[in-house]
């Protein structure tokens, strides 16, 4: 599902604010760097309740997340652009959901059927699958475009307080959605299932955002017009009432608890036991001299001769839960936007204000080592791209690598200079071009690769949160058991 980006998601990973060029030998000492950041290593707080896989809630949440009676035309799941052993998302630059030649094959090889509902073939989704692990941790915004995001509280005159969640069913931009649910994660995974090229499909486009949430709750709870679409309802009316107590399909099966337990799935999914925690909380020995040298680069300003990457890129999270414009590669259908609709506005699509065009949400870049392709659009399949990205746009876009795209058929890709360039020579651009040298993109690589979670490296720690086909069988056969193109599962 998409969340959020999600998210969407660039990788900014330098300045934000314009300063001298990088040199070679930053002298600034790390600890000293992290104690002056007020780093603690982990970005979990009191504020941050963050529910066990074993959780009954979790457990239904992740049944459902792997089922693809979740889509419409039962042909996709949420898992589908968020497989754990694929970092949280698909592993490609685009997502396929919807009208795939093989629902259960994930990953490199997946395609898209070339039909009437896709007649010029190639992947349909307009932005990177952005992942799902740490989705607990953001406090803002969720989507690449901030399409979901948390209403700062208004005072009225009687000094009562009121805040909510602003999602693309308000009524107005700044408008809480009474429906959005009790966190940012539930209200993002409502919306997956309402777009016809990630979960609803072509078949249902008489159903509205809110129709269609209630029409799958249906099929789930065996009521309403999707009464008769599974043969076993009462399996999953069992497992709600194991959660939500005694009642009835029509009480408990609801788009509400379904959302919710999904979202309690998602924000399961905290991993942030890294190499770079242990450095932060006293292990000199924790990560590489390299990788030492990177996160000096990183978190050094310009003037002191580092990248200023943590500008943006802010605190143990690694973001600032803004919008920026960093003129990331503009590939795929786009979002309609421009004279041709091939373009992606970005923020601007939300907010209507020109100095939001081209941004987009900087994302975490805790486990990104694992969470690739990056950008918004998927643009970049290695990191060393992204950093040379970030160290100079314009060569980087004058030089950009078409073969580094393992999908083919992406659309737009002869307008990716024309469009990208666009964003670049935009008023809201915001970096600092300068050159690094191949060492100091290697060292900043190095240190990005210590805020992995070794967790999510190793498919028997995963385990928690993928179903088990052997002991989690969906009698109505739409459980999502994973292959790889080799036919392996994941």
Aim: proline letters at 5%; aromatic letters at 8%; hydrophobic letters at 35%.
């Amino acid at each position: 599902m998409k969340a959020i980006s999600t998210a969407m998601l660039f990788l900014a990973l330098t300045a934000c604010e314009n300063g001298s060029p990088v040199n070679d030998n930053p002298t600034t000492n790390l600890r000293e760097l992290v104690d002056d950041l007020g780093l603690v290593g982990t970005p979990v707080t009191a504020a941050h309740i963050i529910p066990n896989i074993a959780d009954k809630e979790a457990q239904l949440g992740m049944e459902l997340f792997f089922s693809k009676s979740m889509g419409a035309d039962q042909d996709s799941a949420c898992v589908t652009c968020h497989h754990p052993v694929l970092g949280g998302g698909d592993d490609l630059s685009l997502p396929i959901g919807t009208e795939s030649d093989d629902p259960d094959l994930l990953g490199s090889g997946r395609d898209n059927q070339l039909a009437a509902n896709n007649p010029e073939g190639g992947p349909p989704v307009p932005r990177n699958a952005p992942t799902t692990f740490n989705t607990a941790l953001w406090d803002q915004v969720m989507f690449h475009d901030g399409r979901v995001e948390s209403l700062a509280k208004t005072v009225s005159a009687n000094g009562a307080g009121a805040a909510g969640i602003r999602t693309p069913n308000s009524t107005s931009f700044g408008v809480a959605d009474p429906l959005a649910g009790q966190n940012l994660v539930q209200a993002q995974a409502r919306f997956p299932v309402t777009s016809r090229e990630e979960m609803k499909g072509f078949t249902h486009e008489a159903y509205t955002d809110q129709t269609i949430r209630e029409y799958l709750a249906g099929r789930i709870g065996g009521y309403g017009d999707a009464a008769t679409d599974l043969d076993d309802t009462d399996y999953w009316l069992s497992k709600f009432q194991d959660v939500f107590g005694p009642g009835t399909a029509t009480e408990l099966i609801t788009e509400q608890n379904i959302s919710f337990v999904i979202g309690e799935y998602e924000r399961s999914q905290v991993f942030v036991n890294n190499p770079w925690k242990q450095y932060v909380e006293g292990d000199d020995d924790a990560i590489s001299d390299e990788a030492k040298a990177g996160a000096v680069l990183f978190f050094s300003n310009q003037s002191e001769g580092g990248a200023n990457c943590a500008s943006c890129h802010a605190g143990d999270f690694f973001t600032d839960e803004r919008f920026h414009n960093v003129a990331m590669p503009q590939i795929g259908p786009g979002k309609g936007d421009g004279d041709d609709g091939s373009k992606d506005f970005g923020r601007f699509r939300e907010t209507g204000n020109s100095l939001d065009k081209f941004a987009f949400r900087t994302p975490s870049l805790l486990n990104v080592e694992m969470t690739g392709p990056w950008s918004h659009a998927g643009a970049y399949t290695s990191l060393d791209a992204v950093v040379k990205h970030m160290s100079n746009p314009q060569v980087a876009i004058d030089s950009y690598d078409f073969d580094q795209l393992s999908q083919t058929e992406i659309r737009n890709l002869d307008q990716l200079v024309v469009n990208t360039q666009e964003a670049r020579d935009a008023a809201n651009f915001e970096i600092a071009e300068v050159d690094f040298t191949d060492k100091q993109v290697d060292d900043i690589v190095a240190f990005l690769q210590t805020l992995t979670d070794p967790c999510i490296k190793d498919r028997a720690c995963l385990a928690a949160w993928i179903p088990d086909p052997a002991v989690i069988s969906d009698p109505n056969g739409d459980q999502l058991n994973a292959v790889d193109a080799a036919g392996d599962l994941y």
